[in-house]
């Protein structure tokens, strides 16, 4: 009896070791699964944008944020917006100063009027961002009516703007710097369309 007690013990070391190495289900699945249905939620949610693909590819990151609350994803789609906004601006302002010790006048003048254009629109989408903070779930359906009829305007304003940034450089020579720019202008405003594609889906809910 002696020599089956090591093979005893052996036996239940190995049963614990299992135990403990078998998949546990109730956080882990919940999460992967609650992440999974958030992914096709923003991937159904982009296909009302312009831009789906680029839409799905810069909000599902963010998924576990987002769950599948329209107004969570809205908000992440304007901060999205907001951040290239910011960056766009940033490199107009930096390449409109060395421009301004260039030949090319009208590139000068066309770079600072596209940093005023995208200065304003980074307030309209800072301005938009902070309404859809303030809406609550206890709002009703007038004020909320109200709220978002505010962030559709500013968020199209400064769609508009961003567009009419590269509206100064029809009369600039092509070359290396309009190119880049308008290139620039373009896929920053395609982040502004999908946010606003997406505000208006959650505004025609009607509810917060």
Not at 29 to 42: R, V
Not at 116 to 130: C, P, Q, Y
Not at 154 to 175: N, P, R, Y
Request: glycine residues 6%; hydrophobic residues 40%; proline residues 3%.
């Amino acid at each position: 009896m002696k020599t089956q007690r090591p093979q005893f013990v052996i036996s239940l070391i190995c049963a614990t070791l299992l135990f403990h190495l078998r998949p546990i289900p109730a956080v882990g699945d919940q999460n992967s699964t609650g992440t999974t249905n958030a992914i096709d939620f923003i991937r159904t949610s982009c296909g009302t944008t312009l831009y789906p693909d680029l839409c799905y590819t810069s909000l599902s990151r963010y998924a576990n944020a987002i769950q599948q609350k329209p107004a969570r994803l809205a908000k992440v789609a304007i901060s999205v917006s907001l951040a290239k906004a910011q960056r766009m601006a940033a490199y107009v302002s930096n390449i409109s100063r060395q421009a301004d010790y260039g030949a090319d006048h009208r590139a000068a003048a066309a770079l600072h009027d596209c940093f005023t254009n995208f200065g304003d629109a980074v307030d309209e989408i800072r301005g938009s961002l902070k309404q859809m903070r303030q809406l609550g779930s206890g709002a009703g359906a007038e004020s909320f009516r109200f709220q978002m009829s505010n962030v559709q305007t500013w968020m199209s304003a400064a769609l508009t703007d961003e567009d009419t940034c590269t509206d100064g450089f029809e009369d600039v020579s092509d070359g290396s710097v309009k190119t880049d720019v308008c290139e620039r202008v373009a896929k920053a405003k395609k982040f502004t369309s999908n946010a606003l594609a997406l505000v208006n889906s959650y505004a025609a809910q009607g509810t917060p």
